[in-house]
C-alpha cells in the first residue's frame, strides 16, 4: 500500500521535475543579485507569447508570419547581473550554465571574445533535425553575466522569413545544412 | 476530567492558527500596498477621480480593461535599506504561484547611488487577464494592478472604439507591441556603436507628426554684441568667408584660397574654439593663466593660439527644463534646481530659461536679470507633453550659435530620453547628428540628470508596448548619451536622484563655468575629409591639466 503510495506521488510529481532539455537552468545566478548593481529577471511562458500573439492579425502577411513564429515558441528567458567590481561571479557560475549547453544536442555557433570590452559571447543551439529546438545566449564579462534562453520548437525556415522585416535586420540565414527534408 | 474531544478540538485549532497567517498573503495589490506601508512608514498620495474613473471603466470597460487598481506613493524613503524582507519575497507572497500569479519580469538598479526597482507580475484568468506592476525607487513609489480581456482589447487595437464612438485611427498600426510589425520584433534593442560607448538608435528622418516649430529664440530682442568694433573684427569664424576681388598674396598658411569663375575669391578659414579648464595637481581650478602657458594639438600638430579670453569673461548660460511626461515627478525638483542656478548666477552672466516637451519654449531670453529669469520659472505651469530632446538641444546650439560672445553653456536637466528611444518616433536630429554638432560648437554641456522610472512605460510594455524591458534599457541608453555629449563638450554630468545629490551642483556648475578659457586657433592641415581630428590641449605648469572637448570633425 506504501508502495503503491509513493509511486503514485512520484507519478504526479513526475511532469513537474520533467524539465524541457532545451530550457537552461540559471536559478543559481539569483544569489547574485543582492550585490550586483544591474538585475534582469525575465520569464514569458507560453501562455504569455500566445497573448502576444493574439494580438497580430493572420489577415496581415506579415503579422501572420510572425504569428506563426511565436506560436511555436514555448519561452523566453533571461537572467542577467552586472556589478561595478569584477570577480563578484566566478567562473563556477558561468561554467554551470555552459555545461548545461555543452551537452548532447546543443551545438555552438557563434564565439565572439572581444577584447575591447572583454566581453564573451556565446551563442549555442539545440536543433532537432529540421528544427530549433532551443536557442541559448551566454554573455560574460569581467562585470558583466547574462543568460538568454529561448525555448522552441522553432522554424529556421519561419526565422529566417522574418529577417530584413519587423527592424530585424537582414540576415542571409542559410539554413541548407539543417534543411528539411523534402 | 480529560474531554473526549480534546483531540478534536486541538486538530480544529490547529487548522485554524495558520488560516490568518496564510489569509494574510496572496492578496496581491491589498498585500502589496500594505506591505509598502508598513516597512516603509509610507502613505498613499491622493490620485484625483481615481474612484470614478475606476467606475467607468468597470461600467464602458475600454479596450478590454475590466478594471484597474493604482497606488502612489511620492516624496517618502523606499530605500532597500529599510527592507525588513527582500521586496521580491514581499511581491512573491502577495502574488502567490497557487493563485495563477506569474513573475514576469524584475529589474533591479542600484547605478549611480540611485535604487530602482521593477516587478511586473502576470496572471490568467479564464478569458482575463491580470497584470501587476510595481516599482519603487528612492523616493517613489507606485503599484497597478489591470485586469482585462486580450480578445477585447485585440479588437479594440483594430477598431478603436469606446461606447460606439470611433477613435478614427487604427491604434494597432502605432502601436509598437513587443512582438508586432513596426515593434522591435526581436527583442533586442537596435543599436550601434558610437564612439565606442553609446549606443543609438538608428531611426528614420522625420516623416511622421513634425515637432513644432520653435517659437521664439533665447537671443534678447536688443542686439546682443557688446564686443567694440576690433573685438569683433577678431571674432573667431566658423564658416567660409567670400571676399571680393581680395589680394590672394594676403591670404595665409591658415586659408585655403580659390578662384572661382566671377572673379572673386573664396577664402576658407577654420578657427576652432575650446572652451578649456585648467586645475592643478590638486583639482583645483587655475585662473590666472594666460595664451603662453597653453599648448594645442590638434591632430599630432601643436597650434598657434589665435584668440584668447580668460575666465572673467562673461557667459551666456542656457538652462533647458525636460517638462515632458517622463520626468512629471521630478518637476519640483527641477524647478527648484534651476531656480538655484539662477540664484548661482554671477553678475555679468547672462541665462535664459528654456522649456521643452516636442516644442520648444524660451520662457525667458538671455538676461542677467535674475527677478525676471525667477519669474519666468512660473510659466512651467501646464506645459507638458512629449519629449523632442534630439531636436531641443539642436535649437538650443543654434540660437547660441549665433551669439558673437565665447564662452556658452547649456546646463539641461532631463532624464535625456528622447521620444525616438522608446517608441521609434521620427526626429528630425539623431543623437549621432547632435554629437557631431556638439563637437563643432563651442558650447560646454551641463546635463543634470534626473531620472524616473515610468510606471505606465512599464505598464504599457506588459501590455505589449517596446521592448526596453520597463524603460531600464531606454534608460541607460539615454544616460550614456548624456554622458557622452558631457565629455565631448567638456562638461560633466551631474546626478540629480535626489535633492540630497543636487546639493552643491548649482555652485559646482557656476564655478565650473568660471574656470573655462576661451581659446581659438586655426589648424594648418585641414583637409575637408570628414574625419575627426583630436584636440589636446596642455597647461605648461607642473602637474596642471587640461580639459576640453574630445575634437571635432574636419569638414
Given at each position: 500500500m506504501k508502495l503503491k503510495l509513493i509511486l503514485l506521488t512520484l507519478l504526479i510529481a513526475a511532469p513537474v521535475f520533467?524539465?524541457?532539455?532545451?530550457?537552461?537552468?540559471?536559478?543559481?545566478?539569483?544569489?547574485?543579485f543582492p550585490k550586483a548593481v544591474e538585475t534582469i529577471d525575465v520569464n514569458v511562458d507560453q501562455s504569455l507569447i500566445r497573448l502576444a500573439a493574439k494580438?497580430?492579425?493572420?489577415?496581415?502577411q506579415d503579422e501572420a508570419a510572425i504569428r506563426e513564429v511565436l506560436n511555436m515558441v514555448q519561452g523566453v528567458y533571461v537572467k542577467g547581473v552586472e556589478f561595478e567590481?569584477?570577480?563578484?561571479?566566478?567562473s563556477d557560475d558561468v561554467q554551470r550554465v555552459r555545461a548545461q549547453l555543452t551537452t548532447p544536442g546543443w551545438s555552438r555557433i557563434v564565439g565572439v571574445r572581444s577584447k575591447h570590452g572583454g566581453e564573451n559571447v556565446e551563442v549555442f543551439l539545440m536543433h532537432d533535425s529540421d528544427l530549433i529546438k532551443g536557442i541559448g545566449v551566454l554573455i560574460h564579462a569581467a562585470k558583466k553575466l547574462m543568460v538568454v534562453n529561448v525555448v522552441g520548437p522553432l522554424d529556421p525556415e519561419k526565422i529566417s522569413q522574418l529577417?530584413?522585416?519587423?527592424?530585424?535586420?537582414?540576415?542571409?540565414?542559410?539554413f541548407s545544412g539543417m534543411s528539411k527534408t523534402k | 476530567m480529560r474531554s473526549p474531544y480534546r483531540f478534536h478540538v486541538m486538530l480544529i485549532a490547529l487548522l485554524l492558527i495558520p488560516t490568518p497567517l496564510v489569509l494574510a498573503r496572496g492578496k496581491g495589490f491589498k498585500d502589496v500596498v500594505k506591505h509598502i506601508e508598513k516597512n516603509y512608514q509610507a502613505k498613499k498620495t491622493r490620485v484625483p477621480m481615481l474612484g470614478v474613473a475606476n467606475f467607468f471603466v468597470k461600467i464602458i470597460?475600454?479596450?478590454?480593461?475590466?478594471g484597474f487598481k493604482v497606488a502612489v506613493f511620492q516624496d517618502q524613503d523606499f530605500s532597500?535599506?529599510?527592507?525588513?524582507?527582500p521586496f521580491q519575497t514581499a511581491m512573491r507572497e502577495a502574488y502567490?504561484?497557487?493563485?495563477?500569479w506569474k513573475p514576469l519580469v524584475q529589474m533591479n538598479s542600484k547605478r549611480d547611488g540611485a535604487n530602482n526597482r521593477v516587478f511586473i507580475m502576470f496572471k490568467e484568468n479564464k478569458k482575463d487577464v491580470e497584470v501587476a506592476v510595481t516599482t519603487l525607487e528612492d523616493r517613489e513609489a507606485a503599484v497597478i494592478e489591470v485586469k482585462f480581456s486580450p480578445d477585447k482589447m485585440a479588437q479594440f487595437l483594430d477598431n478603436p472604439k469606446i461606447m460606439g464612438i470611433s477613435?478614427?485611427?487604427?491604434?494597432g498600426k502605432g502601436n509598437q507591441s513587443i512582438?508586432?510589425?513596426?515593434?522591435?520584433?526581436?527583442g533586442v534593442m537596435t543599436g550601434n556603436s558610437n564612439n565606442g560607448s553609446v549606443a543609438s538608435v538608428s531611426r528614420p528622418k522625420r516623416?511622421?507628426?513634425?515637432?513644432?516649430?520653435?517659437?521664439?529664440?533665447?537671443?534678447?530682442?536688443?542686439?546682443v554684441a557688446t564686443e567694440n568694433v576690433a573685438a569683433v573684427a577678431a571674432r573667431p569664424v566658423l564658416k567660409p568667408r567670400v571676399v571680393e576681388?581680395?589680394?590672394?598674396?594676403?591670404?595665409?598658411?591658415?586659408t585655403k584660397a580659390e578662384v572661382n569663375e566671377s572673379n572673386s575669391i573664396r577664402i576658407e578659414t577654420r578657427l576652432v574654439n575650446l572652451n578649456v579648464k585648467a586645475v592643478n595637481e590638486?583639482?583645483?581650478?587655475?585662473?590666472?593663466?594666460?595664451?603662453?602657458d597653453f599648448t594645442v594639438i590638434d591632430d599630432e600638430t601643436k597650434e598657434e593660439i589665435a584668440h584668447f579670453k580668460p575666465v572673467t569673461a562673461p557667459v551666456n548660460l542656457v538652462v533647458m527644463l525636460d517638462l515632458s511626461g517622463s520626468t512629471k515627478n521630478k518637476r519640483k525638483p527641477m524647478i527648484e534646481a534651476a531656480s538655484r542656478f539662477i540664484d548661482a548666477l554671477p553678475a555679468n552672466d547672462r541665462m535664459a530659461v528654456v522649456a521643452f516637451t516636442r516644442r520648444y519654449r524660451?520662457?525667458?531670453?538671455?538676461?542677467?536679470d535674475k527677478t525676471a529669469l525667477k519669474a519666468s520659472?512660473?510659466?512651467?505651469?501646464?506645459i507638458e507633453g512629449g519629449t523632442a530632446y534630439y531636436d531641443s538641444m539642436w535649437k538650443a546650439f543654434d540660437d547660441l550659435g549665433q551669439?558673437?560672445?565665447?564662452r556658452k553653456a547649456i546646463v539641461v536637466l532631463t532624464?535625456?530620453?528622447?521620444?525616438s528611444l522608446m517608441?521609434?518616433?521620427?526626429?528630425?536630429?539623431?543623437f549621432d547628428d547632435l554629437l557631431q554638432r556638439a563637437s563643432e560648437d563651442d558650447v560646454t554641456v551641463y546635463p543634470i540628470y534626473f531620472k524616473s522610472v515610468s510606471v505606465t512605460r512599464n505598464l504599457s510594455w506588459a501590455f505589449g508596448?517596446?521592448?526596453n524591458l520597463g524603460g531600464a534599457s531606454t534608460a541607460t541608453t539615454a544616460r550614456k548619451q548624456l554622458e557622452a555629449l558631457a565629455e565631448q563638450t567638456g562638461g560633466e554630468i551631474i546626478n540629480a536622484q535626489s535633492l540630497e545629490m543636487l546639493a552643491g551642483a548649482y555652485d559646482k556648475v557656476a564655478r565650473e563655468l568660471h574656470s573655462l578659457y576661451s581659446l581659438a586657433y586655426s589648424p594648418?592641415?585641414?583637409?575637408?575629409?570628414?574625419s575627426f581630428r583630436k584636440i589636446s590641449v596642455g597647461v605648461k605648469r607642473a602637474g596642471a591639466k587640461a580639459k576640453t572637448r574630445k575634437g571635432y570633425f574636419d569638414k
Open positions: 520533467a524539465q524541457d532539455p532545451a530550457r537552461i537552468q540559471m536559478d543559481h545566478l539569483e544569489r547574485l494580438f497580430l492579425k493572420t489577415e496581415k567590481q569584477e570577480n563578484e561571479f566566478s529577417s530584413g522585416r519587423f527592424g530585424i535586420p537582414k540576415l542571409d540565414l542559410d | 470597460r475600454p479596450a478590454g480593461v475590466k532597500p535599506a529599510k527592507d525588513a524582507i502567490v504561484e497557487s493563485k495563477g477613435l478614427g485611427k487604427d491604434i512582438f508586432a510589425a513596426g515593434g522591435n520584433a526581436s516623416e511622421a507628426e513634425p515637432v513644432a516649430p520653435p517659437e521664439v529664440t533665447i537671443l534678447p530682442d536688443v542686439p576681388n581680395a589680394d590672394v598674396n594676403a591670404v595665409t598658411d591658415a590638486q583639482g583645483q581650478p587655475l585662473n590666472d593663466l594666460k595664451p603662453e524660451v520662457l525667458s531670453k538671455l538676461t542677467s520659472l512660473e510659466r512651467v505651469k501646464g551669439l558673437a560672445e565665447a532624464d535625456g530620453e528622447d521620444e517608441n521609434s518616433s521620427p526626429t528630425t536630429h539623431s508596448g517596446t521592448m594648418d592641415r585641414v583637409k575637408h575629409d570628414g
